[in-house]
């Protein structure tokens, strides 16, 4: 579903939080995924942190414009997830279950046009609630806001507020959180230059006990083959990833976190190994 209007809520500041965030860790995985030209897709996960081990094995089904997603794993549950969309033009609906935790199932609804978009996520569960966002602006500015209400005390449980900028070689957001107790600011700027890499710097604020976190981080395209990502915090926090493509359908990412102003205490390591056979 294509939209040349600003993008959704959840999407303001998400790339420079993929950035920072994503695909750190300090635990130990090991997956492998297939697709088939049917167009199913089959993935197995197994987990290792610490002394806890877990996994889960998944399948996701596309025709035309609805996908089937089913995930179990080894605690027994199992997740499904039905995503369509334009029923209605411009409109994806998903719909999600998981057992045997059924009052936990979801339904959401999102809306984009060329001037705002619009989501709605009515949540079954022993407290039912309702998520709404809402953005308007255009893909180079968008100003937003989401919210949830809490329907058997009639209380909101949570509104926050955010802009955007965004152009070619950069973007930039500041997002005003948990119910104005939090402000997140952030800026990434793709280096085109140096084989397509980015940096990004993060400055947010807790008023409530008046701290201050300071990130920043870059990603460096050594080669076609090899991705480097570092981020580093204001409270000593390290982390460091490398991805490298072994094949054309596998990959191998080490991961590792460190606390740098606690040096007595051992360092954490990660590795995560991604077969696509």
Known sequence: MATKGPSLFTDIGKKSKDLLNKDYGSDLKFTISSKSDSGLALHSTVAKKGSLSSG???????????????????????????????????????????????????????????????????????????????????????????????????????????????????????????????????????????????????VSRRFSSNENTLTVGCLYVVDRHTVVKTKLNNHGNLGALLRHKLTRKSSLTISGAFDTKALEKNPKFGLALSLKP
């Open 56 to 202: 889960d094995l998944g399948a996701r089904y596309k025709h035309k414009n609805a996908a089937l997603d089913v995930k179990v794993d080894t605690a027994s549950n199992v997740s499904t997830t039905f995503t369509v969309t334009d029923i209605l033009p411009s409109t994806k609906t998903i719909a999600s279950l998981k057992f045997p935790d059924y009052k936990s199932g979801k339904l959401e609804v999102q809306c984009l046009n060329e001037h705002a978009t619009f989501t709605t996520a009515i949540r079954f569960n022993q407290a039912p609630s309702v998520d709404f966002s809402a953005t308007i602006g255009t893909p180079s500015i968008a100003f937003g806001a989401e919210a949830r209400y809490l329907t058997a005390s009639g209380n909101f449980a949570k509104y926050n507020a955010g802009v955007s900028l965004a152009k070619p070689d950069s973007t930039a957001s500041v997002i005003l959180a948990d119910k104005g107790d939090s402000l997140r600011v952030s800026y990434l700027h793709h280096l085109r230059k140096l084989n397509g890499g980015a940096v990004v710097g993060e």
